[in-house]
Every structure is written in C-alpha cells, then in structure tokens.
C-alpha cells in the first residue's frame, strides 16, 4: 500500500508539538508492514538545506498568490514530500504565528495550499508513485478530501486524524473563492461550520474513515462537554470513528542509548538516573533533597491545567519535593512561574522556552511528571515519562487514562501500577494526587518496582501501526 500522510510539521524537521512527533514515528511503523508512506509537509526555512538536496515531482504556476513546487527528499529514515511555496512558508519564526503571537493574517491560504497540494498527489500521482491512501492530520489538512470531492475525478479515500479538536480552523465565508472552494460545499453536510468554513469540520463530514488519538477520547469526543461544537457529527459518524492510541519512537527515546543524558540507564540497571538528578538538579538551581522531583514539560495554557499546579506549589514544597519546569505559552503563567521559582528558590526551579535534549534531561532526571490537563486526546510526555522510569502523574482524561495505571490498593496488590491518576480534575484533587505520590516515594521497594513496570510498559507503535493499516484498508473498500 502507498500512503500519503498530510501534515504541517513532522520531527525532526520542524517541531511545535506532539503532532510532529507522531508524524515522524508512524511512517516508520508502518513500513514494517509494508506500507510505503511518503509524508507531505510546507517547505519552511528550517527546512531550505533539506529542500536543495532534494528533486522537483511537480510544479504549479500560482498556488494561492504564487508559484510552488513539490520536493522529494529521503532524510532522517523518512519519504519526505517538500511543498516549497516561499510566498506562503519562508518566513522567520514560529511556523503558525506571525511576531506578534498572533496567528498569520493568511493561514488559511498557506494550509490550503497544503491540501490542495495533496489533492494534486492524489489525482495525479508523483510520477508511477499513486497514493492509495492519503492521511490527512489535524486542521490544516482538513481540506483535502473537499479538494478531491469537487474535482469530480476518481480519487483515493481519506481518512481523517484528529489531534487535538480544539484547533478547528475556522474561517470567514467569504474566503471560499480565494480558497478555491466551490459554493456546493457550503452546507451543513460540508465545511459550513455555525455560518463559516472549518477546515478541521470539512475533514470529518468528507473523509472516508476517521481516527483521533486514543480510545477515551475518542468516546469523549462524542459528548458536548468535549466535542466543541463537532460532537454531533461524530456521533453521526461514530461507526466510522477510530481511537487507537499513540506510540513514541523508541529509538529517539531510549534510556539505554539516549545521548542527550548525562548517564544511561535501563529497568535492570537504574543507577544511572541519580546521575541525571544531579545534573537537572543543578542546571534548575534545586537543592538536594529525600523528597521526589517533580517535572512538567508543557505548554503553558489553562488546557494543561498548570494553573492548579499553582495551587498546589506550596504543599508541594512543603512535603518535600521539588518542581523543575520547562515551557512556554500563556504569558500570565509564564511569570507566575518564574515568580514561584524565586519564592520557593531551591525547591522549585522554572525555564520558559524549549530545548529538546534539555527535555530528554529532565525525563532522564525526574522521579515523577506532572500532567493535570483539563482534557488530553493522548498525550506523549506520560510515554516518555513511563519509558524513563519517571511515573506521570496525570488527571483521568483522554489517553492518559488509556495510558497510566493508577497506583490504588489492587493495582499495587496486582503488581501493575505505572502511575497517579486523579479525578475530579481540579486542584484538590490534583494536590491529593501529589501528596500520593510523596507517601509511595517514601517506599522505596514500591516505587523502584513502579518505576521497573513503567519502563517495561509497551509504548511503541508496533501495535497502533497495525490498527491504522486496518483502518486504511477498511477506508479503501468503502
């Protein structure tokens, strides 16, 4: 099978969040199957080395205000696909917001572009190469299967991914010419979304199939609580929604080989992540303590629940632990944070921004993540942390109820707790949750064996990649 997956970032390439990671990992999986994925994304200027490596598979003459190519690069064990329009993408900074933190004026031209592009693969073919399936990710691929549906030619089905369903892109109506739509689309059935476009809403009423990230939120999608203005339509379409849950790259985390760290590590032998404490310890300015440390590697935003970290900042200090962080996002939050680091200095320590190895670090070093999102289709962070022997501690919601194994009585009589769950999700609970894991910290022959399951717990691909071949299957006899 020849898939096309459709995407606005892909790791190691280019990278905001959890999407490119999945968009660098599945391919690989897949291709123990034997699919051949080929994975489209914008030419951005991160990527302009990678693109002058690479050989033109097609052109067009005006791609929404100008001319772009389509570039074929191997890179990185990946079937890279290079869509280089530079009046769209070659501009500095982050990939979707312009230097006032505000989304680009013109974004929905760029990602329609994206789709559009993608449609053209699909009709067309690159060459003797004919996608026969295309997977388009989040919002700013939505728009594909509505290319396709009104170009009229016979074309492979879609199938659509859901990332995260509070991203919707969402439009003006009177962008509909500009982007190429056809008024016909236009409907309740369509990409008309409570009187405007959703290229996220065009996705799911037109693609054959469509999948999110795990189980939970999968059902929870169903539900006006979580569905956000969608739920109805996936109701409508639930026969046809899948949750499969997302895996890591275990070669890109791996505690054995992970040259990001000070010292590897594996279940059989932890002694290496004392060393990595000592290191994050000092690269956070934290003092030593008996007492567990904490880490949170996040956006900063209210969907992550970090506001009631806040809450609980004290109590935390004060049964002992430490709190090291890394992020960025709401400015609010970013400051309250550093306030706290100097108010708890020596206990809590904060870095605003990003760092990849430094991320790999602080999983390395930590004893337990923090995860008390309001809601989370999957997550990543609680995988990586369970790969690391570093046990997540997590609200009960979406993929990260699929994904940790709540340390209760029969857990711990059964032998298969990997984690802290909480729910209610607020900030009693989430500092219940803390103190809980305080007490099991203390014990150390509990807490070793934790960390021993956790690193064990399967959290690769292998199995996902299975039930999206299903899928795409299921999609092609449709």
């Given at each position: 099978m020849n898939l096309l997956f459709v995407a606005s970032e892909c790791a190691p390439f280019v990278k905001t969040g959890g999407l490119a990671d999945v968009i660098g990992a599945v391919p690989k999986s897949l291709a123990a199957t034997g699919v051949h994925v080929r994975v489209l994304i914008p030419a951005y200027p991160a990527l302009a080395d990678l693109a002058a490596a690479g050989k033109v598979t097609m052109s067009f003459d005006d791609l929404f205000g100008g001319p772009a190519r389509i570039i074929a690069v191997q890179a990185e064990g990946l079937d890279m696909l290079l869509l280089d329009a530079p009046h769209l993408y070659d501009r500095a900074g982050n990939i979707y917001l312009g230097p006032d933190g505000k989304d680009w004026h013109d974004n929905d031209l760029r990602f329609a572009a994206l789709s559009f592009a993608a449609a053209q693969i699909g009709l067309n073919g690159l060459g003797d190469w004919m996608p026969g399936v295309i997977n388009a990710h989040d919002w700013q691929a939505g728009l594909v299967p509505a290319y396709l549906r009104q170009d009229g030619r016979p074309a492979p089905p879609v199938v659509m991914t859901i990332h995260n369903i509070a991203f919707q892109g969402v439009f003006d109506a009177k962008r509909l010419s500009p982007l190429r739509l056809n008024s016909e689309l236009f409907t309740t059935d369509g990409i008309e979304y409570f009187g405007k476009i959703s290229f996220l809403k065009a996705g799911l009423a037109l693609s054959q199939k469509i999948t999110t990230v795990s189980p939970s939120y999968a059902a929870e999608l169903l539900t006006?609580?979580?569905?956000?203005?969608?739920?109805?339509?996936?109701?409508?379409?639930?026969?046809?929604?899948?949750?499969?849950?997302?895996?890591?790259?275990?070669?890109?985390?791996?505690?054995?080989?992970?040259?990001s760290l000070i010292a590897t590590y594996s279940a059989t032998k932890l002694a290496g992540k004392a060393k990595n404490r000592a290191e994050l310890e000092a690269r956070f300015g934290l003092t030593k303590s008996d007492g567990p440390l904490f880490c949170v590697v996040s956006r900063l935003t209210s969907q992550k629940g970090l506001d009631m970290l806040l809450d609980c900042l004290a109590d935390l200090v004060a049964q002992g632990g430490r709190l090291a962080l890394l992020g960025t996002g709401d400015p609010?939050?970013?400051?309250?944070?550093?306030?706290?680091?100097?108010?708890?200095?020596?206990?809590?320590?904060?870095?605003?921004?990003?760092?990849?190895?430094?991320s790999h670090l602080i999983q390395a070093g930590s004893d337990a993540i923090l995860i008390p999102s309001r809601f989370e289709p999957c997550g990543l962070t609680q995988l990586y942390g369970l790969r690391y022997g570093t046990l997540p501690v997590v609200a009960r919601t979406g993929g990260l109820a699929d994904t940790v194994i709540d340390a209760n009585d029969a857990a711990l009589l059964a032998d298969c707790a990997t984690g802290i769950q909480f729910a209610p999700i607020n900030s009693i609970m989430f500092g219940h949750a803390i103190s809980r894991t305080c007490v099991l910290f203390a014990k150390p022959k509990i807490w070793t064996a934790m960390m021993r399951r956790a690193m064990r717990h399967p959290v690769g691909w292998d199995l996902s990649a299975a039930t999206y071949l299903d899928v795409y299957k299921s999609a092609q006899a449709r």
């Open positions: 006006p609580d979580f569905g956000m203005g969608l739920d109805g339509l996936l109701r409508e379409r639930q026969m046809d929604l899948h949750g499969i849950l997302n895996g890591i790259d275990l070669d890109v985390w791996d505690p054995e080989t992970d040259a609010q939050l970013e400051r309250a944070f550093v306030d706290a680091s100097n108010r708890y200095r020596g206990s809590v320590g904060t870095i605003i921004g990003y760092d990849e190895t430094l």
